[in-house]
């Protein structure tokens, strides 16, 4: 059984790192808030894009019969953990799909050391770098590159659904593909010139920087809910924690001062 001294060193312990996750909470609170205004700001952008993409895709039909050799995967996670299984879930759900030979583009810090320490051979960008304008025309020129070099393109990122729920979500980027779920508007009746799949494949830079800069801001968003669950959870159990130590503390103390007050009163007995 630990000592009153131990219990209050414990108690000191627990609650620095309670003041922590508490003060961690907060901050991804507030940062979570303006990573989601950011999001739906740049989604009217991204919805127009893919609209016009639609609609090109829909009078075209070369780009959907090639055939692909390997996949070239976009990973996006965090630079920094903290956040449950954020990161872990990316490399998870990647690791189910991946294939002998696919290429591999890891944007994150914490994906750099996951991969790294499974020996999987990947280019690298830090998130901070992967916001630069410069560093996404880079990927998206070597993504569309290796598009034409029939690699299929396909990302990881966690998709955010609300400040509770949020996955680990394939995404395919190329070839472009358009669900019925995406409820994009279209133009009909429409005739191109140059033909539609010279304007899709010009489209293509401007498709994959405006995808891959989705994908990142929702990203983060979900990076923030997640360490804020993260930090929120770990504040409640320490404050779970703090309680049983000073039950356990009021115990050792009643009981020495019990066991004092009984050797004063059989000391004074002894006197007389």
Do not use: C
């Not at 810090?109 to 630069?132: D, V, W």
């Not at 494949?201 to 994908?215: D, E, F, K």
């Amino acid at each position: 059984m630990p000592t009153i001294k131990q219990l209050k060193e414990k108690q000191k312990s627990v609650k620095s790192i309670h003041k922590t996750t508490s003060a961690m909470e907060m901050i991804s609170t507030s940062k979570s808030r303006k990573a989601l205004l950011l999001n739906q700001e740049f989604k009217p952008f991204l919805f127009e894009t893919m609209s016009i993409i639609k609609t090109v895709i829909e009078n075209q039909t070369t780009i959907k019969e090639k055939t692909y050799n390997k996949t070239l995967w976009l990973l996006i996670s965090s630079d920094i953990g903290l956040a449950g299984g954020f990161n872990s879930n990316i490399v998870k759900e990647f690791l189910r799909e991946k294939k002998p030979g696919d290429e591999v583009i890891a944007i994150g810090k914490k994906l750099h050391s996951s991969l790294g320490a499974r020996n999987i051979e990947h280019t690298h960008y830090s998130l901070a770098q992967a916001k630069e304008v410069g560093t996404q025309d880079e990927i998206s020129m070597r993504l569309m590159k290796a598009y034409f070099e029939d690699t299929e393109i396909k990302s990881v990122y966690t998709k955010y659904e609300s400040q509770i729920d949020f996955k680990a979500t394939i995404k395919i980027l190329l070839p472009v593909t358009i669900s019925e779920d995406d409820n994009l508007e279209t133009i009909t009746n429409i005739d191109f010139e140059p033909s539609a799949n010279n304007i899709l494949l010009s489209m293509l830079p401007l498709y994959l920087s405006a995808s891959l800069n989705g994908l990142i801001k929702e990203s983060e968003v979900s990076e923030h809910s997640a360490r804020r669950v993260a930090m929120e959870n770990a504040t409640t159990n320490g404050e779970e924690i703090m309680n049983d130590l000073n039950v356990q503390y009021n115990k050792q103390r009643q009981a020495k001062i019990t066991q004092e007050i009984s050797e004063i009163v059989g000391g004074t007995e002894a006197l007389k």
